[in-house]
């Protein structure tokens, strides 16, 4: 049973027995199955039902995706009818039109409903019609099965109310849902950590299993699966007061569990932990032992077995018994590698997600505590706000009215649902007071009583019924098979010629020279000599290796995919606050009216203020709304530090405000003063943030209102505050605050002044935050708080007649990294551009000193650069066109004016070299990434905040900072722990593995692959003797080759790999032709020459001429004994493997780089170089060939023979001059990059 069907039966189980089916007398079932239904009107074909959601217009009758729409359930056409009885109401739902003009199963219907998003669960029984004398008196009782697929808003069930009945009898017009860039609407090719992993997002159905049939179907799971439904429906926190959860947990709203309490807590219910899945230990063995090439060995030995005994009798070859031997322990060997590498990066992987922050705040002790998720016990009041994730199941106890929860983790549902704190169903999986782990707080802030944690979260109860999924392949490991694929499909194609050769005319024309078994051999040795072995572990080593490294320096990738595709990154779109710059904002500049001051001149100022007579009271008014208008609260446990030391819980602008407002005056006794009513917290839309308050204590009066208005402010009154984006509020400010605390009418040179003051401290690269209010006389507002629609009221309320009491100016540093990160990046081929909220001035200010944009300001182009037509374009921006270099062009582009441009602007601005993107919206940094990615850009995308996680999903890589948000954590891919620099280890290791591998494949394929193919095509075309024995090959391709194939995934990065452009997916592949002119035509022919021409001048020492076995087919003169020449000839197969052994060690040294000389990365004495694995795997290699050379026992059952000295010296003379040719080809390269020898360099 899939998942999703598990948690709807569970989501269903309270509601039902409450529905009841029936059909009308008129119809009779003909047990005929439809697999897709549609919704009647009863009228004018379908519709769908009050908060259903749909994606486009549905024509009206009576036509509906070019077939006859449904004319309704009584009409003569109309084949089939149901009615949903629910509570006390019925109501006809579902008609299918059987006929020949209209549609039997509604595909066009539910196209058009779901925009193709529903899931089908099972298959709907219809009644057809019958006469009336024989229609039955009696409804029907069970037997059949509703199926109602929608797509819809409000959550994962159907709720008929008398709207919904009304509803049936007229036609609704439908509208296109406008979220192509919505926030809620974005998707992502990856998926994300746990819980994620295990609850896949999809469309839902919303189903009523009614009948026993399709009931036995759904309930085939184990009776824990009935268990864990049941428990979710007894439930009931949600429908208890919170007052008794209090008490049922020994808890309080203020105080939060004692430490005592909590020790208690966590000793019953243990730690907030899921369970690990169940391995699947015999499936995992499987994979250990036919993973790779697993498969071939084993049936390749089992053909040399056979090829021994029975084929080979009466006179059995016992070398074919011994290789046999040899793959079947190569086939065991590889099976226990392949379990050692899988725990190896099962043990990185799982390290790497433990250095996840997963931290949250709550109450102990009436303190606010930081501590670790897996900490947090049932019981412990959790501060929640926008962007986090909820570690546990809570009872929301306090929540802001835009408090919003993004369910679609468990539900599907796309639209995020408000929280509230009283129960809004009876269902514990539908009520809105309830916050589900694993959900993330979208936006607002709120407060919890954590209930359920571990295991008995709804999300534990679910995880513990589910496997853990599969990962499947990553795309490098996908290019390999490819690669494979092709080696394998010129295997086959030469084992077919040997074996068409053999058949029609070796077997007739020389049918003593190769038997059936030896053919057979020869095709087993062909196969292994082809494909390499080790190339499967290599990967994976070298993915997990790499990770492995990243995560020394910090770097936290989620999956291995993420590490190869860093390589490839060509655009990196960059959030600015908290990504570029440290995110310590603090406030250097303060202006009343068009009066600024520094913040030691506004205390200055204050002080004296405070001492005149009767004395004007504007910087208190400054300072008071400040630390109203402001989440940010100070950590009890530092109040008592400076105050530039004491932590403080909030965003960093509102830390910079409020430590300003601390500055001037106790922030404390400001807000004992006033009771907040309403706050809408700031999100990167409205660019604002309000809150509203009553009067506490009228003294506060005098500090937030001038003396006329504080006179006129009435005890219930509302005094509304806000703060945010100049250049948002300040058209909404009709009066200003003078030096002297006066409100004034707000003129045109006033706002001038200030207006002209925001774009100097803007250009400085200050954030500018105004600072607003506005008194709301009782009775202005109708409504009350807790009423949903006192946000509109005070959102209308905001749009006009705000009094400015001043604005700030913030500063927050770039990182000190920054500028040399962004150095690095660029030389790299790496565009990096800034995305980011704020103003164009004081994006483009911070953008020149992080490096980003070069350009003097004069020089920076806007959107007027841009043409709406291909032919007016500016060419030179274009330089893929031409070679030479070009000036580099900069950008500055807002938020807004992305709207305006079209595909041809689009395409101008992508090829912008330096680029900010300037009061962008979430959707609008979405729109950025696709547009990049759909001009084949690989995109990363870095940021740290809620805004940021939809291109974060969208981006080829999100990177998230260690320090961000829950919900950006959890959408980005790779996870920054301490320092943005790391960014740049990242890249070099991502392109580090895709150059590894390749030389991994250089390496293997001249000996392992080319040099070992030509003794068997000269045995069977030439009729020469196979100069390298099958057993022998097999040791090249299982033994020698292997160990120091998987050493090369432990090399360095070479110097110049951040000197490169990034690799293009789509044509820089992992096996070029560059590649196999490099490893066949150059160093596999050299190999081979050297290793054939050493051989046979052996033979021909002994005695033995080549030419007694050109074209002889083992006819030899009749004065060389064939005894001898065995003998020789097992010799002279001994030193050809001897040969390329000690050839490919240089080979080897000479692979480790594609451009550098060894000299510039040298193996050993460089610690940036240095790869010492590589002389531990020569010497493994030279160990195999005195164990199979030089033993005698092998040498009799094998055919080996013991290789004389000068042998293993003059291949080391011949690797020499392989190395030198190599090193004058890199030098070559690297002189004449545009030179014959550069266009086909690897």
């Not at 899939?2 to 059909?23: D, K, R």
């Not at 725990?343 to 390290?351: C, H, I």
């Not at 095709?523 to 290599?538: K, N, Q, T």
Request: aromatic share 10%; proline share 5%.
């Amino acid at each position: 049973m899939h998942i999703s069907q598990i948690f709807n039966l569970a989501a269903l189980a309270s509601v039902v027995s409450a529905v009841t089916i029936s059909y009308d007398k008129g119809y009779d079932d003909r047990a005929r199955s439809l697999t897709k239904v549609a919704c009647s009107d009863g009228e004018n074909g379908l519709i769908t039902r009050k908060h259903w959601n749909t994606q486009g217009d549905i024509p009206t009758f009576p036509f509906i995706g070019g077939a006859q729409a449904v004319e309704g359930w009584n009409s003569a056409k109309c084949g089939t009818c149901w009615r949903l009885d629910y509570k006390g109401r019925s109501i006809n739902v579902l008609a299918i039109d059987h006929t020949d003009a209209g549609f039997n199963i509604a595909q066009e219907a539910m196209d058009a409903l779901t925009n193709n998003q529903a899931v089908q669960l099972g298959t709907l029984r219809h009644y057809q019609k019958k006469s009336a004398e024989e229609a039955p008196k009696t409804s029907a009782k069970g037997g059949y099965h509703l199926k109602a697929l929608v797509y819809k808003k409000e959550g994962p069930r159907i709720q008929w109310s008398a709207d919904d009945v009304e509803s049936a009898s007229r036609p609704r017009a439908l509208h296109r849902s406008n979220s192509q860039f919505s926030i809620h609407s974005s998707h992502s090719r990856r998926g994300s950590i746990d819980p994620s992993l295990a609850l896949p997002i999809q469309y839902r159905a919303v189903s009523f299993q009614i009948d026993e049939s399709i009931d036995q179907e759904l309930f085939k799971a184990k009776k824990h699966k009935k268990s864990a439904a049941k428990e979710l429906e007894n439930l009931d926190w949600h429908t208890v007061s919170p007052e008794e959860i209090f008490e049922r947990l020994l808890t309080s709203k203020t105080q939060g569990l004692s430490a005592e309490q909590a020790k208690k807590n966590i000793s019953e219910y243990g730690k907030n932990v899921p369970s690990h899945p169940p391995t699947h230990y015999t499936k995992q063995i499987f994979g250990y032992f036919f993973k790779g090439f697993g498969g071939i060995l084993l049936v390749g030995g089992i053909l040399v077995f056979v090829s021994w005994k029975p084929l080979g009798e009466p006179a059995p070859a016992i070398a074919n018994l011994a290789l046999a031997i040899v793959l079947l322990a190569v086939f065991v060997i590889q099976a226990v590698f392949n379990a050692w590498q899988d725990w190896s990066s099962s043990r990185v992987m799982a390290s790497i997600t433990t250095m996840l922050p997963d931290n949250c705040i709550i109450l102990r002790d009436g303190v606010q505590v930081t501590v670790l998720a897996s900490d947090i016990v049932p019981g412990d009041i959790l501060y929640i706000k926008a962007g986090n994730k909820l570690p546990a199941d809570v009872r929301l106890i306090e929540v802001s009215s835009d408090a919003k929860f993004d369910r679609s983790i468990l539900t599907g549902e796309s639209a995020p649902l408000p929280g509230t704190i009283d129960s809004t169903d009876p269902n514990f999986l539908e009520t809105r007071c309830i916050g589900l782990q694993g959900t993330h707080c979208i936006s607002g802030s709120g407060l919890g009583v954590v209930v359920s944690t571990g295991d008995e979260t709804v999300f534990g109860r679910i995880a513990k019924l589910t496997n853990e999924p599969s990962t499947g392949m990553t795309p490098l490991e996908k290019e390999v098979l490819n690669f494979v694929f092709i080696i394998i499909s010129i295997m086959v194609t030469m084992i077919v010629t040997f074996v068409i050769v053999w058949a029609a005319y070796l077997r007739k024309n020389h049918p003593g020279w190769i038997s059936v078994p030896a053919l057979i051999v020869s095709c087993v040795s062909v196969a292994i000599a082809f494909i390499p072995e080790g190339l499967p572990i290599a990967v994976t080593a070298s993915l997990t290796i790499t990770a492995n490294i990243m995560r020394k320096n910090k770097i936290l990738c989620k999956s291995l995919k993420t590490v190869e595709t860093l390589g490839s990154v060509s655009v990196i779109c960059s959030d600015k606050t908290g990504t570029l710059t440290k995110n310590k904002m603090y406030v250097t500049e303060a202006a009343i009216g068009a009066f600024d001051m520094s913040v030691e001149g506004s205390r200055d100022e204050m002080i004296r203020q405070k001492n005149a007579e009767d004395g004007p009271n504007s910087v208190s008014q400054l300072r008071t709304i400040a630390g109203l208008c402001n989440s940010g609260n100070f950590d009890a446990a530092t109040y008592h530090l400076p105050l530039h030391d004491r932590k403080i819980h909030g965003d960093a602008t509102d830390q910079a405000i409020l430590r300003f407002s601390e500055s001037l005056g106790p922030v404390t006794e400001t807000r004992e003063s006033w009771v907040k009513t309403f706050e809408i917290a700031f999100n990167s839309k409205n660019k604002y943030m309000i809150r509203t308050f009553t009067l506490a204590d009228r003294t506060g009066l005098d500090l937030a209102l001038s003396l006329t208005e504080a006179n006129e402010f009435r005890q219930n009154d509302t005094l509304l505050t806000i703060k945010g984006a100049p250049d948002v509020l300040i058209n909404r400010c009709s009066m200003f605050v003078d030096r002297d605390g006066v409100s004034k009418p707000l003129d045109e040179s006033t706002r001038f002044s200030i207006s002209c003051m925001k774009d100097r401290w803007s250009s400085q690269g200050k954030r500018v935050i105004l600072l607003g209010r506005k008194t709301l006389r009782h009775g202005t507002i109708q409504s009350s708080p807790t009423d949903a629609k006192f946000e509109d009221e005070i959102m209308e309320q905001s749009r006009t007649g705000l009094t400015f009491v001043g604005i700030v100016g913030i500063v927050d540093p770039p990182r000190d990294e920054i500028p040399s990160v962004v150095g690095i990046l660029r030389r790299a081929g790496i565009r990096i551009f800034m995305v980011t909220g704020d103003f164009a001035l004081t994006a483009q200010a911070i953008a020149a000193e992080c490096g980003i944009i070069t350009n003097l300001p004069g020089a920076v182009k806007t959107i007027t650069a841009l043409t709406r037509d291909e032919v007016s374009a500016p060419s030179s921006i274009d330089k893929s066109a031409d070679p030479t270099p070009q000036p580099v062009t900069s950008i500055v582009v807002s938020g807004p004016e992305l709207i305006t441009l079209n595909e041809c602007q689009w395409d101008q601005l992508c090829r912008y070299d330096e680029i900010v993107f300037a009061r962008t919206t979430p959707e609008q940094k979405l729109r950025i990434v696709r547009e990049f990615q759909s001009r084949d850009e690989i995109v990363g995308m870095t940021g740290d905040g809620v805004n940021d996680a939809p291109s974060l999903k969208a981006a080829d890589i999100g990177i998230a900072l260690g320090s961000g948000s829950d919900i950006a954590i959890e959408a980005a891919d790779m996870v920054l722990l301490e320092s943005f620099s790391a960014i740049v280890h990242a890249v070099q290791y991502g392109r580090v593995v895709f150059d590894n591998l390749k030389k991994t494949i250089a390496y293997l394929l001249p000996a392992g692959s080319f040099s070992e193919f030509w003794p068997v095509f000269g045995n069977v075309i030439f009729g020469i003797p196979q100069i390298l024995s099958s057993f022998l090959m097999i040791v090249i391709c299982c033994f020698t080759d292997c160990a120091a194939a998987i050493v090369l995934a432990y090399e360095a990065p070479e110097a110049d790999v951040l000197l490169r452009r990034p690799r293009k997916p789509k044509v820089d592949r992992l096996v070029n032709w560059q590649l196999m002119l490099q490893t066949y035509a150059f160093i596999g022919i050299l190999e081979s020459i050297a290793s054939f021409a050493m051989a046979f001048w052996y033979l021909e020492r002994q005695g033995i001429p080549f030419s007694v076995f050109w074209f002889q087919y083992g006819a030899l003169p009749d004065n060389l004994d064939s005894d001898y020449v065995a003998s020789k000839l097992a010799v002279a197969s001994s030193i050809y493997f001897v040969n390329l052994v000690v050839m490919q060690w240089f080979n080897l040294l000479g692979v480790r780089t594609r451009r550098l000389s060894i000299f510039q990365h040298p193996p050993l004495f460089k610690k940036e170089t240095r790869n010492w694995l590589l002389f531990p795997a020569m010497g493994f290699a030279l160990l195999m060939v005195f164990f199979w050379l030089y033993v005698p026992e092998f040498q009799r059952v094998l055919g080996t023979a013991e290789v004389p000295v000068e042998y293993f010296f003059l291949p080391g003379a011949f690797g020499l001059a392989i190395l030198l040719l190599e090193e004058g080809r890199k030098y070559s390269i690297r002189t004449w990059p545009n030179s014959v020898l550069g266009r086909c360099a690897w």
